[in-house]
Nanobody
């Protein structure tokens, strides 16, 4: 399986970005997906996740109400719409397929894509 995250960039505080995670080489629609982020010197942390059918979503408290995760199984792609961005959202963002039972733990995700850098200036 290959996952490729894209859509990152430099944005001012209060702005928006939409990240995409394109999958290939696997039955995309069979797996739940998650987005994580890692800031310099910090551990990778959960951001959001979406169920196989896209009907259930999960968010970290820090992004709830500002970020929206979705997926399009026909396009083998997941999206992370990020609004009202803050400087503390600055990080490398990763997408991954969920293997285990937890929605929030890094250890329950197996395949990871290369990240995309998001930088929010104040």
């Amino acid at each position: 399986v290959q996952l490729q995250a894209s859509g990152g960039g430099l944005v001012q505080a209060g702005g928006s970005l939409r990240l995409s995670c394109a999958a290939s080489g696997r039955t995309f629609s069979s797996y739940a997906l998650g987005w994580f982020r890692q800031a310099p010197g910090k551990e990778r942390e959960f951001v959001a996740a979406v169920s196989v059918d896209g009907l259930s979503t999960y968010y970290a408290d820090s992004v709830k109400g500002r970020f929206t995760i979705s997926r399009d199984n026909a396009k083998n792609t997941s999206y992370l719409q990020m609004n009202s961005l803050k400087p503390e959202d600055t990080a490398v963002y990763y997408c991954a397929t969920r293997l285990g039972s937890s929605w929030y733990s890094v250890r329950d995700y197996d395949y990871w894509g290369q990240g995309t850098q998001v930088t929010v200036s104040s």
